[in-house]
């Protein structure tokens, strides 16, 4: 079983950047479709975007669309958000997942991480 571990959240202001990564181990990552999810407080866990296996295909929520960027370093177990002009509805905790195939639905992702929390002031 695969554990994913995320880390680089934090308190920024709107505008600002962060970089979220998230640490595969015990698993088969370098296989493995990834993806980040967010939820923010009483709101559903919301897609955010998904990334295959090689990295060749993306997949992003219109809402981050040009803002967000998802990334993988297979050789590294690790997969990364870029997030760019951040907002405050971006506030949230976000989790990173992992599905053996292609997938952008929750349910469709086998392992989750614990989360990790992003706080955008305005």
């Known amino acids: 079983q695969v554990q994913l571990v995320e880390s680089g959240g934090g308190l920024v202001q709107a505008g600002d950047s962060l970089r979220l990564s998230c640490a595969a181990s015990g698993g088969t990552f370098r296989s493995s479709a990834m993806g980040w999810f967010r939820q923010a407080p009483g709101k559903e866990r919301e897609f955010v975007a998904a990334?295959?296996?090689?990295?060749?295909?993306?997949n992003y929520a219109d809402s981050v669309k040009g803002r967000f960027t998802i990334s993988r370093d297979n050789a590294k177990n690790t997969a990364y958000l870029q997030m760019n002009s951040l907002k405050p509805e971006d506030t949230a905790v976000y989790y990173c997942?992992?599905?053996?195939?292609?997938?952008?639905?929750?349910?469709?992702?086998?392992?989750w991480g614990q989360g990790t929390q992003v706080t955008v002031s305005s």
């Open positions: 990334i295959s296996w090689s990295g060749y295909s993306t």
């Open positions: 997942a992992l599905s053996p195939r292609w997938a952008i639905v929750a349910a469709d992702f086998s392992s």
